[in-house]
């Protein structure tokens, strides 16, 4: 057991080198996957970005599940298994599954790979009434189909993908997944998911490169990340965040730019990487949608959209689409 945690460990070091390696050494744009934002120092940093007042974002996901919670409830099938992509803290969820454990007992299944993420949505959910919370550690669709291989026939599922999630996913990928998961459901069943929605462009600049300068350290700590685990030499005061507004992809693009001309060794990666002045290293695509959009997208992968609940102090839907 525990050479097979170990060799897991290295498994998923050797990929971060790997992928930190290949997205540096791209000839033109220099990349790094945003799903390495999140290790535990970032995590802590995003809970703190989640209550930034420049950050509507997460306070209105969370407004709206509370509103609509019952509404929600009164219009998905049973008996149901509720299963969420990504556990978050369970703060959120918190307000659909005591609605739903209202009607009849629920089973819920948050799918995550942070095994601490697991035990505190765990913790934070243990005291709701009749709810049984089993936490499923394993990437977002292979957990999909495991929670649905174990249904029992005439059970429906409940998929939630919240906090627009969605939205970091490259272009056209936000499709695809979405495709994936509908091939694990059967008719009926459901998905709901939290999307944030183009807004004025001061407060989306201002979301995304707060006065406080936590998401600039959000953003720098991907480097701190690549310090850490993989021996690296980056000097993090010589590069600064930048948010900017993509209007062709509607995403605010978060990029790294190197402040002078430099090199950085990565010795786990067994590379060297050259940064001219003014370079940068893109981080992170936040796509915000329309309404129209994110119907158009539920009928491109195989879904109807039902409902939509809107959050009207800070642009953000939560859409109900059945699978067809
Ligand atoms: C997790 N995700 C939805 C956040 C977003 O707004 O795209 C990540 C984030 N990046 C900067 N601030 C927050």
């Keep these: 057991m525990l050479l097979e945690n170990t060799l897991t460990i290295d498994a998923a ?41 420049e950050y509507g974002l997460t306070r209105a996901d969370e407004r709206v599940l509370r509103q ?25 969820t918190r307000w659909i599954l005591e609605s739903l454990c209202r009607l009849e007992p629920v089973s819920y299944y948050p799918i ?19 709810l049984t919370v089993v936490g499923v550690e394993r990437d977002y669709l292979d957990g999909l ?13 409940l998929v939630l993908f919240l906090g627009s999630t969605i939205g970091n ?10 495709q994936s ?75 790294l730019r190197s402040k002078k001309p430099q090199t950085v060794t990565i010795p786990r990666a067994e590379f060297m990487v050259q940064f001219r002045e003014g370079e940068t290293i893109w981080t992170e695509s936040s796509h915000k949608y329309s309404v129209a959009e994110l119907k158009t997208l539920a009928a491109a992968s195989g879904f109807h959209c039902k409902e939509q609940w809107i959050d009207q102090e800070w642009q953000f839907a939560e859409s109900l689409f059945i699978a067809i």
Aim: proline share 5%.
């Design 13 to 53: 070091a050797v990929q971060f080198a790997a992928d930190v390696r290949a997205g540096l050494d791209r000839p033109g744009q220099k990349e790094l996957s945003s799903k390495y934002f999140y290790d535990p120092v970032g995590s802590a940093l995003f809970e703190a970005i989640s209550v930034m007042p």
């Design 68 to 92: 609509h919670a019952s509404d929600l409830a009164s219009m998905v099938p049973a008996p149901l298994l509720v299963c969420e992509l990504g556990s978050g803290s369970g703060k959120k």
């Design 112 to 130: 995550e790979i942070s095994p601490a993420a697991l035990a505190s949505c765990e913790r934070e959910l243990a005291q709701v009434n009749g």
């Design 145 to 157: 189909r495991e929670v649905a291989a174990r249904r029992k026939e005439g059970t429906h599922l």
């Design 169 to 178: 996913f490259d272009s056209e990928a936000d499709r695809r997944f979405l």
């Design 181 to 255: 998961v509908r091939q694990t459901l059967v008719p009926g069943d459901c998905l709901l998911l939290g999307a944030d929605l183009v807004k004025p462009l001061n407060q989306l600049l201002a979301a995304y490169d707060d006065p406080a300068g936590v998401t600039a350290a959000f953003n720098l700590n991907i480097l701190a990340r690549i310090n850490r685990e993989l021996d690296a030499d980056f000097n993090l005061r010589q590069f600064e965040h930048v948010a900017r507004f993509n209007e062709k992809t509607s995403s605010i693009e978060m990029h």
